[in-house]
């Protein structure tokens, strides 16, 4: 996003002539920033002779965007049965798919083994048990890779933060080490390799070098140990500049001290970044509701909220707050909140925005990740509308829900 003329545009758009076409608020995403985003991890790992990305699809989901990614050659990491239909919805290929997670159900695994994915990124011993008895009762082979947990700091928010000492992800080497015979016992499941995901929003490459580093450590043991390995997922996490203090994820750095190490280990590497590809090709479009002045505060009330968008209430993350028309350029302090009947429903706290008056339209920026698809029916409000800009055009890509909707399964 930028301004010209002092109007806010996404690729050739005023967003401000979208408010005449959709209902406030509504979030709007850059087909361009998303191409960008995928273009540059691939630079990044085309280094490499071996690797696979697959978009995390809890980031973001909606149909039209994954048709992008897939358009784009990306496949899938997927928590959750239904986001492996998402993406077969979206014509995306299961054999593309690596189905993550700690809670894998029954019908999850039958459902994955139906359709063929990629491979299972295991969490616990048992899980790899239950794949295994599934697979032979579908008469069904599967690949897995078991997710380790390295014990390294990501340095990221305590609640995103998944591969240290505690969390409830992956499992210890030492489990791996103290199950072997188990493992090599599983006749319709093949280990081919290991996992990590440390952790999201992470700006730095050292944890990725320190946990990659362990994991071909216990890779070379593996082997050693008669397991044929040829896989190493490194997760996602790559974090995005959120708040203009950072240029986001270290790729330089990257570049030059973790890619050698994957390239030397001459396996097949995956990665799962979701942040990094939809994040900030995201805004919400909100109204200015009412402008209230309190305690010498002055609040803006919109008409988006937390049930839109969560990350603020949540991690008190930090998001801009851009108004969609800019007027003198006169700044003052607000305190921007939502309509929810929660304390937490903020946008920001004493923050520095141009001078706006009610009526007038923001952009709540980079919200493109975790925005939409944490959103909820909290106070009986509706999912709102989605639209992609591609250059000149704008696209409806989800309707508004409707009040119908939010009470049809109720009895
Ligand atoms: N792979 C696995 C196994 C994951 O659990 C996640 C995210 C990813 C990949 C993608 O991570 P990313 O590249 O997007 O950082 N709701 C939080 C973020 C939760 C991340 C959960 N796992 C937030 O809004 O900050």
Redesign the pocket.
Same mark, same amino acid.
């Given at each position: 996003m930028y301004y010209k003329n002092n109007f806010l545009m996404c690729e050739d758009i005023p967003i401000v002539e979208l408010t005449k076409k959709y209902d406030s608020p509504f979030y709007a995403y850059s087909k361009k920033s998303i191409v960008d985003k995928i273009n540059i991890l691939k630079n990044v790992f085309s280094k490499l002779d071996n690797y696979h990305i697959a978009y !995390?699809l809890?980031?973001e989901s909606n149909l039209s965007l994954l048709k992008i990614m897939i358009e784009n050659g990306i496949g899938a990491?997927v928590v959750s049965a239904n986001e492996i239909r998402r993406f077969i919805n979206a014509s995306g290929d299961p054999k593309e798919v690596v189905f993550?997670g700690v809670g894998k159900r029954v019908d999850e695994i039958e459902y994955a083994l139906s359709v063929g994915i990629k491979q299972f990124n295991v969490e616990s011993i048992d899980e790899a048990k239950r794949i295994d008895e599934i697979a032979k009762r579908m008469d069904k082979k599967a690949k897995y890779a078991i997710r380790v947990n390295p014990n390294v700091d990501a340095f990221t928010h305590k609640k995103?933060t998944?591969g240290t000492k505690g969390d409830k992800f992956g499992v210890t080497f030492d489990t791996i080490l103290n199950n072997i015979d188990l493992l090599k016992s599983l006749t319709n499941i093949e280990l081919i390799g290991l996992d990590m995901?440390i952790g !999201?929003?992470i700006l730095s490459y050292k944890p990725y070098y320190d946990g990659i580093n362990i994991l071909l450590g216990f890779i070379d043991i593996l082997k050693a140990k008669g397991f044929n390995i040829d896989t190493l997922d490194i @997760? @996602? @996490? =790559?974090g995005i500049n959120y708040d203009g203090t950072s240029n986001g994820f270290d790729f330089e750095g990257f570049t030059e001290h973790v890619i050698p190490i994957l390239k030397k280990s001459n396996l097949n590497i995956l990665t799962?970044? @979701? +942040?990094?590809i939809i994040g900030d090709s995201g805004v919400l479009v909100s109204k200015i509701e009412y402008i209230k002045e309190e305690w010498g505060k002055k609040y803006i009330i919109l008409d988006a909220s937390m049930s839109d968008y969560a +990350?603020v209430a949540l991690?008190d993350a930090y998001n801009d707050i851009k108004p969609l028309v800019l007027n003198d350029g006169k700044k003052l302090i607000y305190s921007v909140a939502g309509p929810v009947c929660e304390s937490s429903d903020f946008f920001a706290h004493d923050r520095q925005i141009e001078e706006v008056n009610v009526g007038d339209y923001v952009a709540i920026d980079n919200v493109g990740? =975790?925005g939409a698809s944490?959103a909820s029916n909290y106070n009986s409000l509706l999912l709102v509308e989605q639209v992609l800009i591609d250059g000149d055009k704008d696209i409806l890509i989800r309707k508004k829900q409707k009040f119908e909707e939010i009470i049809a399964n109720e009895l």
């Open positions: !995390s809890k980031a990491d993550s995103i998944t995901h !999201s929003q @997760g @996602g @996490g =790559y799962e970044p @979701g +942040r990094f +990350r991690y990740a =975790y944490m």
